[in-house]
């Protein structure tokens, strides 16, 4: 149980989880690139004692693998993982009550401990130019918290109680923001934050909020937990870290004793500012849009204050983990709120949001004479209604009969739906519908559609296992290459427009017909790389469902409407980049040449194995 920041490092180097950085490393850029390769390596974490333009020091990859972060909270895991059980299912209670005896005092236990107001005897007053400014990608707006710890209250239940922990990315420097006056927030309207802004903006009134950095890593975690009714961030927070969230007010700002640093400011009815570029975690950069600007009132450090970090990109990266934690500790929260739901994966490699896996129940069936989706399409939207899975585009479910299914074994998911699902039945679209504002394959910002694919019954067809005749040598398309059972990659032309794809497109439908049937290959992916997308599983994933939008990009072979229904004998999702889509994060050559001084022998790194 660690009482700062500090204590963790010192933890995890004396059990050989985290290394010192002792060469001066630069926070444009070059701290980003050690960390990425840091943790593809799946190295340890990465303490930086000489962070060049500031005297702080900074810690990364604290979370970079889920075993280093439960070692972290070793201590208090478990009990952690029976309170929220119990919020999830309180019949549990009921059930099991002698099991479940100490969940009620270990909670109340973990109750925010508040302190004399005022600021801790150890914290001092500096300047927001102080903080080490990380600029993660070559085309970032500015530099950017990653890991903040965004606190706020609800004007009309004041307190912390009530109060909204958030991890809201925030914008150090860059566009338009006052110099060391004022920073970015981004977070949409109807997150809790956002709830208390228009609260604030419909009495006229400035919101207070107070941006904590570091502390005990519980902090962090919970500033991203999705908790259930009942469970505040900052009770969660004292759970995980055995030791209650200490905290005051000063000028009327909640001030964190146990955060490394501490940012005050008020966010001002209708004040907004460009917000990005930022690299984020589709693998692509989001743009610059208008988001909430706060003015800066005061910035605080502890002593020998710690500043930690994370780098945002093309999963897998340290969010993954973050990912893997909260799924491990909610458990089967969503069996709770969606009945019939047996698994919903949130698929990594493809960005999180556009792609989702979902096994259900099909209780229907046995009074049908014909095995078809039916409950599960009434599960699959309330899973397109529910929290974050509603900024999903790609749904496939499916529901469990003659074998054992896991969505996180992805290749045999696809290929048990694609061998099962009629295309004339099982596709169903969502148009003019919300996408993730993230997600820049649609026609605007936060705006696309979502197709569901569902299947179930007896298999239909036999899966392909290598390129089918009738793909090869078709005009204007080429380098058909195999992607797994059933799914077949091709390379086509630059993307001009959608109405030239259209007519393409067509075409290319056309001229397969006319070679004759293709019913063991019911996906194809036209893509502006063939060999890319084919080389592996999370390739194609990232690449077919972040750079295609369903109601403009999948087409089919003999396609037709009837009853106002689409239909098809093979799907062709369109995954070439289109012009209004972000582009894919690059790596600096330059940066990469120059960090290779911490990997070789006698650099801080030279015993990770890369």
Not at 258 to 268: L, N, P, S
Not at 288 to 312: G, K, L
Not at 583 to 589: E, G, H, S, T, V
Request: proline letters at 7%; a negative charge.
């Amino acid at each position: 149980m660690y009482p700062n920041l500090e204590a963790c490092v010192a933890d995890l180097e004396k059990h050989g989880h985290l290394v010192r950085i002792r060469e001066e490393v630069d926070p444009y850029l070059e701290m980003a690139a050690i960390h990425l390769k840091v943790h593809e390596a799946g190295g340890p974490a990465l303490l930086f004692e000489r962070v060049k333009g500031t005297s702080f020091r900074a810690v990364s990859n604290l979370f970079g693998t889920v075993e280093r972060s439960k070692f972290i909270f070793r201590q208090t895991w478990d009990a952690t993982q029976n309170v929220i059980a119990l919020r999830n299912d309180p019949m549990a209670a009921l059930k099991q009550p002698f099991k479940h005896l100490g969940v009620g005092l270990s909670a109340s236990k973990a109750l925010p401990k508040k302190m004399p107001d005022g600021l801790p005897g150890d914290m001092r007053e500096i300047r927001l130019s102080e903080l080490p400014h990380i600029h993660h990608w070559p085309m970032d707006g500015g530099a950017f918290i990653t890991l903040p710890q965004v606190y706020s209250e609800d004007l009309d239940k004041p307190g912390i109680m009530n109060a909204n922990l958030g991890m809201y990315r925030v914008q150090l420097s860059g566009n338009d923001y006052v110099h060391g006056q004022e920073v970015g927030l981004h977070y949409q309207i109807h997150r809790s934050i956002g709830i208390h802004q228009t609260k604030a903006t419909q009495r006229g009134e400035p919101l207070k909020v107070s941006i904590f950095v570091g502390g005990p890593p519980s902090h962090t975690l919970s500033a991203v937990m999705p908790l259930p009714e009942g469970l505040s961030e900052l009770t969660f927070a004292g759970l995980l870290a055995g030791r209650r969230f200490r905290y005051s007010y000063h000028e009327g700002y909640c001030i964190s004793h146990d955060a490394d640093f501490v940012i005050t400011g008020d966010i001002y009815p209708h004040d907004t500012k460009p917000e990005g570029p930022f690299g984020d975690h589709l693998g692509y950069y989001s743009l610059i849009h208008p988001f909430p600007v706060m003015q800066v009132r005061h910035v605080f450090a502890r002593t020998n204050a710690i500043w930690p970090f994370t780098v945002v990109g093309r999963p897998p990266q340290e969010d993954t983990a973050f990912g893997d934690l909260i799924h491990e500790l909610t458990g089967d929260a969503i069996k709770q709120e969606i009945p019939g739901v047996k698994e919903v994966h949130a698929v990594d490699a493809a960005g999180v949001h556009p792609l989702l896996l979902a096994i259900g129940s099909e209780r229907y069936t046995p009074y049908q004479q014909v095995k078809q989706p039916a409950e599960l399409l009434t599960i699959a939207n309330r899973i397109l209604g529910t929290n974050q899975l509603s900024l999903a585009k790609y749904v496939f479910i499916t529901a469990e009969e003659d074998r054992p299914l896991d969505t996180h074994q992805e290749e045999d998911f696809f290929t048990y739906i694609l061998a099962r699902i009629d295309l004339r039945r099982d596709i169903h679209f969502y148009t003019n519908t919300t996408i993730d504002t993230l997600d820049y394959s649609g026609t605007g910002l936060n705006q696309g559609s979502k197709v569901v694919f569902a299947a179930y019954g007896d298999v239909k067809r036999e899966l392909c296992r290598e390129v089918p005749e009738q793909l090869k040598d078709l005009r204007g398309i080429a380098q058909a290459r195999l992607v797994m059972p059933g799914v077949v990659a091709v390379q086509g032309p630059a993307f001009s427009s959608y109405e030239q794809a259209e007519r393409e497109i067509g075409e290319w439908a056309q001229a397969i017909q006319a070679r004759g049937p293709l019913a063991d290959c019911p996906l194809l992916i036209i893509c502006d790389d063939s060999s890319f997308v084919s080389a592996s599983l999370s390739n194609f994933m990232w690449v077919t469902f972040t750079r295609s939008n369903p109601s403009h990009d999948i087409y089919g072979t003999n396609s037709r409407y009837e009853n106002k229904h689409w239909s098809c004998d093979n799907v062709i999702i369109d995954a070439r980049s289109k012009p209004h889509h972000a582009p894919p994060l690059i790596p600096d050559p330059d940066v990469e040449k120059r960090m290779e001084r911490l990997f070789a022998k006698g650099g801080s790194l030279s015993g990770i194995k890369l």
